[in-house]
C-alpha cells in the first residue's frame, strides 16, 4: 500500500468514526403524544328562507323572511397519536366544537297582519336574534406528517376523518308568544314556526389542518394548530306548509376555519438508531 493509500483510509476512518457515533446516538423522538387543545371558530350564512308563509287571524298569512346563521364560538379537542416513524403518525381524536346559531326573522312587506295580540309580530320578534346552543361532537382518526421531526421546532400537516354528533336542532325555528289563546300562552309559550320532518342527528366529519409544535421541557410541548373543520350540517332549502310547518330540507357541506392551542403530553419516547 502506498504512502498515498494509507492517508486516504486514515482521512475515512477519522470521518466515519465520529459520523457513525453521532448518526447512532440521534435524540429521543416522541412516539406516543396525548394532546389537549381548545380553540376559536368563525361564523357565517348557514341558510335562508326568503318567504315562508305564516297563519294569521281571519284565514289571513304573514309572509316572513327567515335566516340561520353560525356564530363564532369555541371548541375543545383529545387525541392521540402514535408515530411508527419519524414523520408519519396514526391519530384518534373526539372534539366538541360549539357551532351555534342565531336565527333571523323580519316581515316580508314591512307589516304583520291586523291582530290585537299581534301574534305574529311577537313570534318574529323573539326569532330575530336568536342565539340557539347548537354543537357537534366529532370522533375522527387521521394521519399526521411531520415535516422535522429531529428538529426543536416540528411543523406538521394534518388529515382526519370521522362523524359528528349533533346538539340541538340547526332547523328548528320557534318564536315567543303571549296571548289569551291557547290557555298556555296566557302566561308565555314558545310556538314553532318552521321545523323539519326528522332532526338529524348524526354527520360526516372532515378536517384538513397546520402547525406547529414547540418543546416546553421533558415531555411537554405546546402546540399551535389553524385547522378547517369540514362537515355537512341540515339547512333549510324550501318552504313549509303553513298548516303543517314542515320545511324542505337536506345538508350541505360547510368549511368552519379554526384556531387552536394546546399542550401534548410526551408519554413514551424512543431513541432512534441509524446505521
Not at 435524540?27 to 357565517?44: A, D, E, H, K
Not at 323573539?126 to 340557539?132: D, E, L, N
Request: net charge positive.
Amino acid at each position: 500500500m502506498t504512502r498515498a493509500m494509507m492517508r486516504l483510509c486514515a482521512a475515512v476512518l477519522m470521518w466515519a468514526v465520529p459520523a457513525k457515533w453521532v448518526w447512532a446516538q440521534s435524540g429521543y423522538q416522541p412516539n406516543l403524544i396525548f394532546s389537549i387543545s381548545g380553540g376559536y371558530t368563525t361564523g357565517g350564512a348557514l341558510w335562508t328562507l326568503d318567504k315562508q308563509a305564516v297563519a294569521a287571524p281571519n284565514d289571513q298569512f304573514d309572509t316572513l323572511a327567515l335566516a340561520r346563521r353560525l356564530r363564532p364560538g369555541f371548541s375543545a379537542v383529545l387525541s392521540a397519536t402514535l408515530f411508527q416513524s419519524p414523520h408519519l403518525g396514526y391519530g384518534l381524536e373526539v372534539g366538541l366544537f360549539a357551532l351555534g346559531t342565531e336565527s333571523r326573522c323580519a316581515p316580508i312587506d314591512s307589516s304583520f297582519r291586523t291582530d290585537p295580540d299581534r301574534r305574529n309580530e311577537q313570534k318574529c320578534g323573539s326569532i330575530q336574534g336568536r342565539h340557539i346552543p347548537t354543537s357537534v361532537v366529532a370522533f375522527q382518526t387521521g394521519l399526521t406528517y411531520r415535516v422535522g421531526a429531529d428538529g426543536a421546532a416540528q411543523p406538521y400537516l394534518r388529515a382526519a376523518v370521522g362523524f359528528g354528533i349533533l346538539g340541538n336542532s340547526f332547523i328548528q325555528t320557534a318564536g315567543e308568544l303571549v296571548a289569551a289563546s291557547p290557555p298556555s300562552c296566557q302566561t308565555g309559550c314558545s310556538l314553532i314556526v318552521l321545523d323539519a320532518a326528522e332532526r338529524k342527528e348524526f354527520i360526516w366529519t372532515a378536517t384538513l389542518a397546520a402547525g406547529v409544535a414547540l418543546p416546553m421541557g421533558p415531555g411537554y410541548r405546546f402546540r399551535v394548530e389553524v385547522r378547517d373543520a369540514i362537515t355537512a350540517l341540515p339547512v333549510v332549502t324550501g318552504p313549509a306548509d303553513p298548516s303543517a310547518l314542515v320545511a324542505e330540507t337536506s345538508t350541505s357541506v360547510r368549511h368552519v376555519p379554526a384556531l387552536t392551542v394546546g399542550l401534548d403530553v410526551v408519554l413514551e419516547r424512543r431513541r432512534t438508531r441509524r446505521y
